[in-house]
């Protein structure tokens, strides 16, 4: 499988008809592609090998009916699948699952002539009800509530019985608020006339103390029958254990607000990554696949093979989780974050470990390591783990100035690491990659570069 790097339902030249067509390979979504006359076009849904029926409407296509399966195909179980947006690949069994995005990140490598023998991907033991994190949407839908995730690209409700990516008690709480809000005549907010109560609802687990935070975003502080709301769903849904009023009034596409008020429980739950406990409240970054993500970073870990008189440098550290972790290896570790509420949840997380031998400060990592560079600071090892936008070039250019002996690249996006692979690269030699499958179901993946710095004079090594 090679990809073609297009996302792509448009045609505009061809109206509303019916046509057949034969997937010749994938893109880089997931998507099936095909050829029409003389173009290439994309569809969910459909794998190589496989012919169907495409319905081509205005700038959409979508697989109408399949002529033929392929053996790869598998039978899916969500109700919503490909209209939500959220998962891409629950059409194909998970061995071409995990083939897909090992070949993904290899193709990235070689868009940028990147030489690097990638080691098998970490599979997932838990394929369904993974996700520590859900958010689901509350509207009005020919006068009655409907709540779920948005349609890609839209503020379309897509509803769905039964979310598979999320736990029976996620999908239970959502319904019930949903019940609940018609029992006691609650409205849903409007986005247009910026009018309504519930917007969105957050609900977040802990795989290890088994706890549930729920976060009822509002769109204004006027909570009508509030204590009444909270009794009956904490009635039905017994096992939640906090829940937090959330005020978003603004327009905007971000869902939390500023304002919160605790309606029940302590207002954040615990969860444990390698023995240190985290604290998770409405707004923390957490990973969120807490059974893929031990795994993720002991892979760090064995990357970076700490002696035990190592300065870190934890760059985009989010609540400090990597450098938390690690701190019992290293003599001492900086962590560099510029959320502030990150950063104040990870000083709690070190104070609550008792892990003395971590700083945290509050900064854009590039202006940050711009400033350590011109100090000539000595961090033996990096460990960055920037959004999927990826990093700067000046941040990059300073790691180099800086010269750490070891680097370890965390990404979630393996086009920009490989684009940021290529100026570490000057300096650096890639000597160990790895993919841990943290979003199953969705074209997302997960890698990790190990990189030595080369001897001033050592050419650099291809593998
Ligand atoms: C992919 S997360 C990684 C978090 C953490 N390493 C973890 O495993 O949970 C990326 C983090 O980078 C932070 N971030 C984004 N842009 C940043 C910047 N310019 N400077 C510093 N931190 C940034 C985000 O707030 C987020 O916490």
Redesign the pocket.
């Known amino acids: 499988m090679s990809y073609i790097n297009k996302k792509n339902n448009k045609s505009n030249d061809i109206k509303s008809q019916k046509i057949e067509v034969k997937c010749i390979n994938l893109n880089e979504f997931g998507q099936g592609v095909f050829k029409l006359g003389g173009s290439i076009k994309c569809v969910n849904n459909l794998l190589p090998g496989e012919s169907a029926v495409i319905a081509i409407n205005g700038d959409k296509c979508k697989v109408h009916n399949l002529i033929n399966k392929s053996k790869k195909r598998v039978d899916v179980k969500c109700g919503a699948y490909n209209k939500c947006g959220s998962c891409h690949l629950l059409h194909m069994n998970y061995n071409e699952q995990i083939k897909f995005k090992e070949e993904y990140v290899n193709n990235c490598f070689k868009q940028y002539s990147i030489k690097a023998k990638v080691e098998e991907i970490e599979r997932a033991s838990v394929l369904e009800g993974y996700r520590n994190k859900m958010t689901v949407a509350y509207k009005y839908s020919d006068g009655k509530i409907v709540y779920g995730f948005y349609e890609e690209d839209t503020h379309r409700i897509v509803t769905n019985d039964y979310c598979l990516v999320h736990t029976k008690e996620q999908n239970e709480i959502v319904k019930e608020i949903g019940k609940i809000m018609n029992e006691l005549h609650l409205s849903c907010y409007d986005e247009d006339k910026r009018k309504g109560l519930m917007r969105y609802v957050q609900i977040r687990f802990s795989r290890y103390t088994k706890e549930i935070l729920v976060t009822l975003v509002i769109g204004s502080n006027v909570f009508p029958s509030r204590s009444e709301f909270v009794k009956r769903l904490r009635a039905r849904c017994p096992y939640i254990t906090t829940i937090i009023q959330n005020v978003n009034s603004r327009k905007t596409s971000i869902i939390l607000g500023d304002e919160e008020q605790i309606l029940y429980g302590k207002g954040y739950i615990e969860d444990e990554i390698l023995g240190v406990r985290f604290n998770i409240s409405s707004k923390t ?3 969120i696949n807490p059974y893929q993500v031990e795994l993720l970073y002991k892979k760090v870990d064995e990357y970076l093979h700490l002696q035990g008189d190592e300065v870190l440098l934890d760059a ?4 400090g ?2 450098g938390l972790t690690l701190a019992n290896k290293a003599k001492y570790v900086y962590g ?4 502030k509420q ?1 950063v104040i949840n990870a000083r709690n997380n070190a104070n609550n470990n008792k892990i003395k031998n971590i700083n945290f400060v509050c900064a ?3 202006e940050y390591i711009i400033e350590m560079a011109k100090m000539k600071a000595k961090f033996d090892c990096l460990i960055m ?3 999927r936008t990826g990093s700067t070039d000046k941040f990059l250019y300073s790691v180099n100035e800086l010269a750490p002996k070891r680097i370890v690249y965390v990404s ?1 996006e393996a086009k920009t690491l490989a684009r940021d692979l290529k100026i570490l690269l000057e300096k650096y030699s890639i000597e160990k990659v790895g993919i841990v499958d943290m979003f199953i179901g969705t074209y997302h993946v997960e890698t990790v570069v190990c990189l030595e710095a080369r001897s001033p004079k050592a050419p650099q090594k291809s593998k």
């Open positions: 970054f957490f990973q985009y550290c989010g609540v989780t990597i560099v974050e510029n959320n990150s854009d990592a590039t783990d920037p959004p979630c």
